[in-house]
Each structure stands twice: as structure tokens, then as C-alpha cells.
Antibody
Framework: EVQLVQSGAEVKKPGESLKISCKGS????????IGWVRQMPGKGLEWMGI????????RYNPSFQGQVTISADKSISTAYLQWSSLKASDTAMFYC???????????????WGQGTLVTVSS | EIVLTQSPGTLSLSPGERATLSCRAS???????LAWYQQKPGQAPRLLIY???SRATGIPDRFSGSGSGTDFTLTISRLEPEDFAVYYC?????????FGQGTKVEIK
């Protein structure tokens, strides 16, 4: 069974750093692109970027480039989303999701993690 | 960047009725790489339709997708109680792979 299990909710202060995780299981982690999607409170879905764990090839939405870093550790089948200096406006739910077909990012997301709620408040 | 505009913002219908949701793109979607997702409160999105008209695994046949180029439609032939949710379209034919703002289907 394919599963993406994300790390738990976080409460942080502005200026702090954070790294959240997404662990894949039940499939070949290195051969499927993984993406990250932001959902701000009461709002829609925003595509942040994707990574191919096999070689760590990464693509960003220009709106998020420089604001976050996407990475992966294929040895433990885990993808990451990190911030070096959080802002209050980073408060949101963040989902990781797997692409439908191996080796291609030109397909939709089929499996999603349960989401990680990040709250940034002083 | 391709902007997807969904309409209406909210659709108020009764169980058993037909729902028609629209997604319009600011430019042609490459290869009709258009997907629809359903999201219920407190849950992650679920893939319904991809390639504009192909149902994802396990999706009931009351859900259908159509359209090409810049105009796409998701149709739910007869609404079941579990279908009341928010629906998003997404184009994945060009980067960044944008989502529409969502259509909420609510019980009338």
C-alpha cells in the first residue's frame, strides 16, 4: 500500500527555521517525483515545487523560489520542505504528494500525505 | 504562468441533482493535461480525473470530465451525500503547475 506520512504539526516564532518531512512507503521512492502543496487557512491549493528523489532534481514555482528549500534523502525514503526564517504569512497546511507515474512530473498527483500544519506566531 | 478560473464559486444543489463545474485556463493547456481533485474538510485532496477525461482508480462513474484547450468541465451526474466538497482543477502541462481557486458544492 502506497503511503506518504508527514511529520506532525509545528508552532514556531517568526525568524525561526523549520524542516518538515514526508516519508514514502509501499512503492519505489526513488522513481516517483514528489511535490509540495501549500494551503493557507480557508484558501485554495498552491503548487510549490517538486523533487525527483532518485537524483534530487528539483523544480520550484517562481513564487516560492528562494523562500523554501525542497530536498530528499533517498536512503530513508523521505522528502523535506524547509524554511530558514519563517514569517507569519507562512502559516498554512502543507501537503506532500506523489506523482501518478514513475519518472514523470507531467502527470497529476495521485497519493497525498495527511498534511502538516505550520503555525508561525509571536 | 497559466491561470485557472473556476466557476461558480459555490454550487448549491440537492442530492440526486446534476453538478456541472467549469475550469477555464488563461492559455491552452498542453496535451489537455488537466486534473480534477476533491477535497473534504480536514482531508487531503483526492484525484478524480486526469488527462481532462480519464477517471482515476476507484472513482465512481458518476464523475466525468470533458473539455480541451482552455475550457474544461467536471460533471457529477447524480450527487451523493459524500460528494459535497470543494473541487479543484489543476493543469500539469506547464510549469508552474497551477490550481484553480476551487468550487464548493454545498447542500441546498
Amino acid at each position: 500500500e502506497v503511503q506518504l506520512v508527514q511529520s506532525g504539526a509545528e508552532v514556531k516564532k517568526p525568524g525561526e527555521s523549520l524542516k518538515i518531512s514526508c516519508k514514502g512507503s509501499g512503492y519505489s521512492f526513488t522513481t516517483y517525483w514528489i511535490g509540495w502543496v501549500r494551503q493557507m487557512p480557508g484558501k485554495g491549493l498552491e503548487w510549490m515545487g517538486i523533487i525527483y528523489p532518485g537524483d534530487s532534481d528539483t523544480r520550484y514555482n517562481p513564487s516560492f523560489q528562494g523562500q523554501v528549500t525542497i530536498s530528499a534523502d533517498k536512503s530513508i525514503s523521505t522528502a523535506y520542505l524547509q524554511w530558514s526564517s519563517l514569517k507569519a504569512s507562512d502559516t498554512a497546511m502543507f501537503y506532500c504528494a506523489r506523482h501518478l507515474s514513475p519518472q514523470s512530473s507531467w502527470v497529476p498527483f495521485d497519493y497525498w500525505g495527511q498534511g502538516t500544519l505550520v503555525t508561525v506566531s509571536s | 504562468e497559466i491561470v485557472l478560473t473556476q466557476s461558480p464559486g459555490t454550487l448549491s444543489l440537492s442530492p440526486g441533482e446534476r453538478a456541472t463545474l467549469s475550469c477555464r485556463a488563461s492559455q491552452s493547456v498542453s496535451s489537455n493535461y488537466l486534473a480534477w481533485y476533491q477535497q473534504k474538510p480536514g482531508q487531503a485532496p483526492r484525484l478524480l480525473i486526469y488527462g481532462a477525461s480519464s477517471r482515476a482508480t476507484g472513482i465512481p462513474d458518476r464523475f466525468s470530465g470533458s473539455g480541451s484547450g482552455t475550457d474544461f468541465t467536471l460533471t457529477i451526474s447524480r450527487l451523493e451525500p459524500e460528494d459535497f466538497a470543494v473541487y479543484y482543477c489543476q493543469q500539469y502541462g506547464s510549469s508552474p503547475k497551477t490550481f484553480g481557486q476551487g468550487t464548493k458544492v454545498e447542500i441546498k
